[in-house]
């Protein structure tokens, strides 16, 4: 099994949370959004979403994130066994991936550096059109993509559409967490696995006091669910305390060094 993947991306994460939890091994590929490397040639010929992560099981490959999770809880015993409600976790699991996080991580980003990343994935994908004349029309689709959110970013009620999914969603499992130890019950399931990622993210852009704190079976869950060895080998290595920001910057200083000498 291989997993085409990266520890900033928040879809990544929940994938990688399921392989943990149910020990599954895996072929681990990282591509680094924040430089580009999911428009390199070799993966965007076989992405033309360019979105991570991609899952693939010999001939199988699995773009969709919710259909990857479904795929590894089929492996062996379902996570959480029969202690889950299968029926709510699936629930849970669809109302979670609708809710798409990057207007809400953007909006939280200081402006400079959403210009630095912005302007240097539009040289990328300009150097890769001029590279692939049988992808050129894809990769400008891409461009066309990266002014799109730019505009996104100028729009407050696409802003505030997507703050008010996700208050509506934590309100949801705050009420659920308020009945059960889990979203799905009494035992962590693949609903955990795709929500936890979720509050991490709001952690790393320093709103857990707003959105995770003022909910109290949430904080509890929260706290409860950062303890667990898979929550520190995929998100807690490289994003909790002081490791966020050596995450961060060491990327920031390497997209720095392709913009000087032009490598793209």
Do not use: C
Not at 61 to 77: C, G, H
């Amino acid at each position: 099994m291989q997993l085409y993947h990266h520890p900033f991306s928040l879809d990544s994460q929940k994938v990688r949370l399921a392989l943990e939890e149910k020990g599954v091994d895996y072929s681990s590929h990282r591509l680094n959004p924040l430089k580009a490397r999911n428009l390199d040639l070799d993966f965007f010929s076989m992405n033309l979403s360019e979105k991570i992560p991609v899952f693939k099981n010999a001939e199988l490959v699995i773009f969709d994130t919710l259909s990857i999770i479904e795929y590894i809880d089929s492996i062996n015993a379902p996570l959480g066994g029969d202690v889950v409600d299968r029926e709510k976790m699936l629930e849970w699991m669809k109302k979670i991936d609708e809710w798409n996080p990057k207007l809400f991580t953007l909006m939280h980003v200081p402006k400079k550096y959403i210009l630095f990343f912005s302007r240097f994935k539009r040289r990328v994908i300009i150097a890769r059109m001029a590279e692939s004349h049988e992808l050129a029309g894809k990769y400008h689709l891409k461009l066309q993509d990266a002014y799109a959110t730019e505009d996104q970013l100028k729009d407050p009620d696409a802003l505030n559409h997507s703050k008010e999914l996700l208050i509506n969603l934590l309100d949801d499992a705050d009420n659920q967490l308020a009945e059960s130890s889990y979203l799905s019950g009494e035992e962590f399931s693949m609903a955990d696995a795709m929500f936890v990622p979720i509050l991490a993210r709001i952690e790393v852009l320093n709103k857990g006091d707003e959105y995770i704190s003022s909910r109290t079976h949430l904080s509890d869950y929260w706290s409860r669910v950062k303890k667990r060895p898979s929550y520190h080998a995929v998100i807690g290595k490289y994003f909790s305390g002081w490791r966020k920001y050596r995450s961060l910057y060491s990327t920031y200083f390497a997209v720095w060094v392709r913009n000087l000498f032009r490598r793209y």
